[in-house]
């Protein structure tokens, strides 16, 4: 079945970075849209950037010139760099398969455009 399992979360003080790694499994088409979601407490799962299967690219306000995605079908993974870290990043970050194969994303990532999530890698700055 497929799987996605994420891993790299921590705490950090503003200014630090991490990087989130997510391994996905069980298909063998690689052309979906992948993404990461992030869902802070109260408040609704926010699409931070995704990736389509010819490397291009989307990332929200929030995080962009901070945030850069990354995939590797090869290695099956989907990786997301996050620099210049603000308490406001804090949040459950998520991994996710998008429905519909085909290569393409459609901007900006919805929650209702992926089928496949991870179970999720909680991420904490303080400042």
């Known amino acids: 079945q497929v799987q996605l399992v994420e891993s790299g979360g921590g705490s950090v003080q503003t200014g630090g970075s991490l990087r989130l790694s997510c391994a996905f499994s069980?298909?063998?088409?690689?052309?979906?849209?992948m993404a990461w979601f992030r869902q802070a407490p109260g408040k609704e799962r926010e699409g931070v950037a995704q990736?389509?299967?010819?490397?291009?690219?989307f990332y929200a306000d929030s995080v962009k010139g901070r945030f850069t995605i990354s995939r590797d079908n090869a290695e099956n993974t989907v990786s997301l760099q996050m620099n210049s870290l603000k308490p406001e990043d804090t949040a459950t970050y998520y991994c996710?398969?998008?429905?519909w194969g085909g290569g393409r994303c459609y901007n900006p990532p919805s929650p209702t455009d992926f089928a496949y999530w991870g179970q999720g890698t909680q991420v904490t700055v303080s400042s």
């Open positions: 069980g298909y063998t088409d690689k052309s979906y849209c």
């Open positions: 990736i389509d299967n010819y490397q291009s690219t």
């Open positions: 996710a398969r998008g429905l």
